[in-house]
């Protein structure tokens, strides 16, 4: 899951085609039905409860529609900065649609994850992530969130400062590499709250779920229609917990555990990624083009080495950038996302061996969202952290921090020291987070749909179920395979009931299986 940028809480999801064979079972075949969403052009807030009055000019508005290619509408939603003063400052959030093709049920609001990814840029990829048959009676509905790409975006380091950021010691083992890991960590808080200090109080994911249901009675809608994927089930679980009786029909898809502490996250997160990598490691072995040979234990013991080696000595880079310790475990880590990343591992893997980390590197700059000329893309390993540390607090010093990463690296030694340093970051953000580590009910809402991969490496399979669980009308389908999130990834099983649940309501049987 990605939590930061230099870490490997990677919560982040990558669309890129899966090269997947599924096939699909469940304990009886049959389903329940979960009510048609209705839908309204009043513009107020749907359910058994209408906005405060206070909101009322927020609800009310109606959004200037435009023409921007591709078949696409694009506007901007207003929104108050800060929801207990919804009389002062405002701002625009960046909205974009992909209208119905044929017979109009409603809005399909989507977000690919992060936290700090672009939904504009998800919503494009509609005729891809979303299938046809939705397509044709839902709007598929893209926002920035409030902090991140066209919507008001928090810049907190320039390029430079940004490689030397991901480049750092991300599993410090000396007193002089801790002290540099957070002073790394202090300039990008530093850099956040001085670049919009009236913004980063105010860019948790509860302040983007209020947006969301703005969001969803101006599109006319009395209940919400929503695909959150990898952090956006959070997003999605956030909403249901506060809005219940405006749940339509929410697919969580890669789930996190909004009940989870610091360290369960951090141990759940290095089983995926050992699972992951274990499961890329079998299929490598089996293959001639794999730079490793033996068991699946001796190829992990060399892959480590390798990766500990470019701790003093970094890999050959792309002119004069050399590849570090934490840049080569990126591009190990993005690859395992999808498996349709493997045989480009592969081929890295084995020029890493020889010395040259090149390849490594374009992965890692490809996870980053670093272009080739030095200039990175999109605000994402900036915006993650103002979202996640007001999200949740973390606490702790040095000491702990070692005996935390020496305990899930027993997990996971190549992920496990990785996954737990990436929390120092939170220690010193100069805004106070906003809430603790706790369930989500979301009691009295419409049934939900929970998507877990057993493979998943950012997402690991535990949190779907304990979301499933947690949530009062929480329904579990489970994909039995690799990868990051499910949905039109390649399993013609989950798409089809994903797309039975979005039209006719119908959620898995109980134990629901695909395969």
Not at 2 to 16: E, K
Not at 175 to 190: S, T, V, Y
Not at 465 to 486: C, F, K, V
């Amino acid at each position: 899951m990605r939590r930061a940028p230099r870490g490997l809480a990677l919560l982040l999801a990558l669309v890129i085609p899966a090269v997947l064979v599924a096939g699909c079972t469940s304990s009886d075949g049959q389903a329940t039905s979960a009510g048609t969403p209705s839908a309204s052009s009043s513009g107020s807030a749907g359910g058994s409860s209408a906005p405060e009055p206070r909101l009322a000019r927020f609800y009310d508005q109606h959004l200037d529609w435009h023409e921007c290619s591709g078949g696409f509408e694009c506007a901007r939603l207003t929104v108050p900065v800060d929801y207990t003063d919804p009389a002062g400052a405002t701002m625009r959030v960046a909205v974009n649609r992909l209208p119905s093709s044929g017979e109009h049920r409603g809005s399909l609001v989507v977000n690919p994850g992060g936290p700090g990814v672009s939904g504009l840029h998800y919503a494009r990829s509609a005729k891809t992530s979303v299938s046809r048959a939705v397509r044709e009676h839902y709007d598929v509905v893209g926002f920035d969130p409030r902090g991140v790409g066209a919507s008001r975006p928090i810049d907190c380091l320039t390029d430079r400062q940004l490689d030397a950021f991901n480049a750092q010691d991300g599993t410090p083992d000396s007193p002089a590499e801790e002290e540099a890991l957070q002073h790394q960590d202090e300039l990008m808080g530093n850099g956040c709250q001085r670049d919009d200090p009236a913004l980063v109080g105010h860019m948790g994911t509860r302040d983007v779920a209020r947006d969301m249901d703005v969001l969803r009675a101006v599109l006319g809608d009395d209940r919400l229609s929503y695909l959150g994927k990898s952090y956006g089930t959070y997003l999605g679980a956030i909403y249901a917990d506060l809005f219940p009786a405006r749940v339509g029909r929410l697919v969580l898809d890669g789930p996190l555990d909004p009940s989870s502490s610091d360290l369960d996250n951090a141990r759940a997160q290095a089983v995926g990624f050992q699972r992951a990598l274990d499961s890329f490691l079998d299929d490598c072995l089996q293959r001639s083009s794999c730079p490793f040979q033996g068991s699946r234990a001796s190829a992990e013991h060399r892959l480590q080495a390798m990766l500990a080696a470019t701790d003093a000595r970094p890999l050959k880079g792309l002119g004069k950038r050399p590849v570090t310790q934490a840049l080569a475990t990126y591009g190990v880590a993005v690859a395992l996302y999808d498996k349709g990343y493997w045989p480009f591992l592969r081929q890295a893997l084995g020029d890493a061996l020889d010395g040259d980390g090149r390849s490594l590197l374009l992965l890692s700059d490809l996870y980053n969202d670093r272009g080739p000329g030095g200039k990175y893309t999109t605000n994402t390993g900036e915006a993650i952290y103002a979202i996640n540390c007001l999200d949740r607090p973390e606490r702790g010093d040095f000491a702990k921090f070692r005996a935390e990463a020496a305990e899930v690296a027993k997990v996971s030694p190549i992920f496990g020291a990785y996954i737990v340093w990436a929390n120092l970051t939170c220690t010193t953000w100069p805004v106070p987070a906003q809430g603790e580590p706790e369930p989500v009910h979301a009691a009295g809402a419409a049934p939900i749909l929970v998507v877990g991969t057993t493979r998943d490496p950012a997402t690991p399979y535990e949190s779907a179920q304990a979301l499933a669980e947690q949530l009062d009308s929480g329904h579990l389908l489970t994909y039995d395979g690799d990868g990051h999130t499910a949905y039109r990834l390649g399993s013609s099983c989950i798409d089809k009931a994903v797309d039975a649940y979005l039209l006719d309501g119908k959620v898995p049987a109980d134990g629901a299986r695909c395969g």
